[in-house]
């Protein structure tokens, strides 16, 4: 494997693996809208010769020239917040997107990997959550947006496996969390440090009972790129076993901050899951992996990171990204063109 697409690439956990990607040798092209990505997370990546940015949606015609070995496909809206205020980006992108993605890599003959999310399961009624496992989801409530996009990808990635001999893989991903998570996209971290280290009460939805799994970026990445490079076509969930209440988690961020924010609650959101967690089985029988980092060192390395001053604005869904400024700071232009005619199906 010479060079690799990624779709959504300088996002949170787009840009640690074109990190990783540039780690082993390869080519990478960061493809990305910034609608919720920043170029903050792979500004750093710009004057490796072996690193091309476009600032692209990938839910119009995509067309990448010379060879390409592997497509990871990250880019969406991936918060509560996020698919909130956009939710036909976010079904666009995960539809669509898809599509277009997936014709690339026929195009190509490029090997396909899908970043699904363990909200395929919605408000699940099975504990842990199997691969096999359907799921409780609600088509029409807040989180439908991205359930059913998610859902709809899985569909699209195992048409084009069946129909078209694609070499593919799923990984349904579970709660991450560390450096480059933007700090208000409304998921519980980065909700919960921003607020405790701005000494402000630490705002919990519930009794705090529902529970989490919450997996460090690093081995995240590591299950990412052992499933890219398995021969395993099935779904896998990659995430954390350990199951831990959000009033627990709330409560540990607090310590490690040195904090005395008070702990508030407000009421439940509609469809919020009550419990998450992975069974991954598969994960360790296919891949031999399992997370590796405790999850308070996890926290600890992440906690280090806002008080650099890391996490950047979200960016309102309003503006749209700066195009001068982008390319200002990126590498002159190679990588994308857009043909006159659909070069995808």
């Not at 592997?70 to 918060?79: G, K, V």
């Amino acid at each position: 494997m010479r060079r690799v697409v990624i779709t959504g690439g300088a996002g949170f956990i787009g840009s640690h693996l074109c990190d990783r990607m540039l780690q082993r040798g390869l080519r990478v092209v960061c493809l990305d809208n910034l609608l919720t990505g920043s170029a903050d997370n792979v500004a750093h990546l710009f004057s490796n010769p072996r690193f091309s940015f476009r600032h692209y949606d990938v839910t119009e015609y995509l067309f990448v020239e010379d060879e390409v070995d592997a497509i990871l496909h990250f880019a969406s809206p991936a918060s509560p917040i996020d698919y909130a205020q956009m939710p036909i980006e976010t079904l666009k992108v995960g539809t669509l997107g898809t599509h277009k993605a997936l014709g690339l890599a026929k195009a190509k003959r490029a090997r396909f990997l899908l970043a699904s999310t363990s909200e395929v399961y919605g408000d699940p009624e099975v504990h842990p959550q199997p691969e096999d496992y359907w799921g409780n989801v609600n088509p029409v409530g807040p989180r439908g947006v991205y359930d059913e996009a998610k859902r709809a990808a899985e569909t699209f990635v195992m048409a084009y496996h069946n129909a078209h001999g694609l070499d593919t893989r799923i990984a349904r991903i579970f709660n991450t969390f560390g450096p480059r998570m933007r700090r208000n996209d409304g998921r519980a971290v980065p909700a919960f440090l921003t607020q405790a280290l701005a000494g402000e009460p630490m705002t919990v939805f519930g009794d705090g009972s529902q529970t989490r799994s919450l997996c460090y970026i690093d081995d995240l990445v590591d299950g990412l790129e052992k499933l890219l490079l398995s021969d395993y076509t099935r779904p896998v969930n990659l995430g954390n076993p350990v199951e831990m209440t959000v009033q627990q988690l709330a409560e540990t961020i607090r310590r490690l901050t040195g904090a005395d924010s008070p702990i508030v609650h407000q009421p439940l959101p509609v469809d919020d899951p009550r419990r998450r967690r992975p069974d991954i089985s598969t994960a360790r029988r296919v891949l031999g992996w399992e997370p590796r980092i405790p999850l308070e060192d996890g926290l600890a390395r992440t906690v280090a990171w806002w008080r650099d001053g890391g996490p950047h604005a979200l960016v309102p869904v309003t503006r749209r990204a700066d195009e001068a400024a982008v390319a200002a700071l990126a590498p002159p232009a190679e990588e994308v063109a857009v043909p006159e005619g659909d070069a995808v199906g």
